[in-house]
């Protein structure tokens, strides 16, 4: 039997089975399957809930859920089920269940600090310490997987002369999250994070899904952070808006690839369009704002990279549908996903590398 919260039961119970959500899975559209819909995961832990499965039967397919929202977007019911999945993976890692390759990116975070087991050697020394105030925390997906993003980002704020802290732990807790819910190891990154971010006015995260993790889940588990919590996008509007960063409007033209995690999670599908709107026209995509069609993530790649490779794709073939050329990303994690893909003629920026070809 699964100890989950009463929640995540009703959420498995009120599931009827419509199959609204299934067309919107951007898991099940990459893969084909029904078993990776809301709706399939809903079935087998209702079988789990009730004992008559185990729970080593649905690991698997409880993995291949990005936590996009998607579905909780359509879902009929109203009900989230992304409330579920977060915590079958708990009850999965505490009873050991998980599927071999998630145990070997766990083995990693704790020999190595991160799941991917790299160094963060991509970012120059130069680059930490800094002002007393302002923290700008660019995440553990950027500072190992794509530090140029992470280093465009910092000289890009100091172009506007703007002195910002950057410190050595850039992990608050969201890959253990999204690998093993809110377990004590969690909860144990997230207060070591909490403990190093202590003391600053403002910190600006980078990474949408860090900010969404310390804005919401922080606060249910009783974790306090000192400054105040605000989003890139947003500081670099409080940038251009202040007269800091003067970037001059062109006639070029750039599509928005909304971040689930700023679109749902953080309710702000505005803030981007904004920037765009700063220096040349916004034209928007199939699948954007509320309903973001999720374009990677980095943790899924490291296990299953054909279907992250697929889910880009899908995401190139909505932009080419929608006749947009120049796509920019609000997420490290869907940056790098859809560089990897990008096709002929289309191309892939970072929101700062928007606003730097600008300048
Ligand atoms: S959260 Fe996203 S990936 Fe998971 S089932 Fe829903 S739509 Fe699919
Ligand atoms: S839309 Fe909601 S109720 Fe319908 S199948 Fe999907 S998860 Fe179940």
Redesign the pocket.
Known sequence: MMNISEKAKKTIDS???????RHVCPIGNATGQERNT??AR?LGSSLVARGAEEIKVIAANVYECALCGA?TN????GWD?KTFIIEERREIILENAAPEYIKALLKKYFETGNIYGKKADGIPETAYGGGEEILFVAGTDAVVNAPENAVNALALIKKAGERVSFIKNQDSGAALYFLTGKTRETEEAAKRFAEDIKGYKKIVFYDPTDLALVSHEYKEWGIEISGNAVSFNEYLLYLTESGKLKPKKSGKRYSLQDNYAYARDLDDAETGRKLIEKVGENKDMLLCGKEANFAGSLIMNEYMPEVMKKVAENRWRDAINSDCETLVTESPSEYVMLKKTEPEGKRVITVEEMLAENL
């Open positions: 599931c009827r089975f419509c199959w609204m959500c809301a709706r809903a579905c359509n879902c009929v019911t089920p």
